[in-house]
């Protein structure tokens, strides 16, 4: 299985404030890495696809970027409803699996 | 509009056989892969399986080969996951999830969660 790892595992910010978290695969996945957004008590939401392809209906502060090994979800002025558990998610193998997950909580 | 109803919550005790269900509609049932997704209380997710209700194509991740059986009928648009016998480790949300191609699978619809507790 591909290991994906995130860091942080949890951050704690104010409205406004630009948050970057990253992902990092076990081996070269090209492009092909997931982010969502899960809030408590509710599914997963897909946010990116592809690495930095925003699914429709996102708000364009949602941002991914990277490719092989490394990559970054960018939300560039966090807004109350973005606070959340975000996983990235690798799609290169046909077993999938996800990061273990990164909370964003309010300072 | 496309929308996957899975079943209701379950108690169940260990030892016990389950089958929960997940129904898709408003899209092509059989040109989608479905997975299928574990929670357990408190933790991250983590992929079971995969299956194309098209041929009934089915992936099991590692960790769950042989501890689940995931299936399709895709005349009613139904996907499943069952246990022969439950254990008290299986207690969790589980949800499934339409999985489009983006270049790599994606997962772009989710049911609402099943929860199955298991407990002597």
């Known amino acids: 299985d591909i290991q994906m790892t995130q860091s942080p595992s949890s951050l704690s910010a104010s409205v406004g404030d630009r948050v970057t978290i990253t992902c990092r695969a076990s081996q070269s996945i090209s492009s092909y890495l997931n982010w969502y957004q899960q809030k408590p008590g509710k599914a997963p939401k897909l946010l990116i696809y592809a690495a930095s392809s925003l699914q429709s209906g996102v708000p364009s502060r949602f941002s991914g970027s990277g490719s092989g090994t490394d990559f970054t979800l960018t939300i560039s002025s966090l807004q109350p409803e973005d606070f959340a558990t975000y996983y990235c998610?690798?799609?290169?193998?046909?077993?999938?699996?996800f990061g273990p997950g990164t909370k964003v909580d309010i300072k | 509009e496309v929308q996957l109803v899975q079943s209701g919550a379950e108690v169940k005790k260990p030892g016990e056989s389950l089958k929960i269900s997940c129904k898709g509609s408003?899209?092509?049932?059989?040109?989608?892969?479905i997975g299928w997704v574990r929670q357990m209380p408190g933790k991250g997710l983590e992929w079971m399986g995969i299956?194309?209700?098209?041929?009934?194509?089915?992936r099991y991740s590692p960790s769950f080969q042989g501890q689940v059986t995931i299936s399709a009928d895709k005349s009613i648009s139904t996907a499943y996951l069952q246990w022969s016998s439950l254990k008290a480790s299986d207690t969790a949300m589980y949800y499934c999830?339409?999985?489009?191609?983006?270049?790599?699978?994606?997962?772009?619809?989710w049911g609402q969660g099943t929860l199955v507790t298991v407990s002597s």
């Open positions: 999830v339409r999985l489009v191609d983006y270049g790599g699978n994606s997962g772009d619809y």
């Open positions: 998610q690798q799609s290169y193998s046909t077993s999938l699996t």
């Open positions: 408003g899209y092509s049932f059989t040109s989608y892969w």
């Open positions: 299956i194309y209700p098209g041929d009934s194509d089915t």
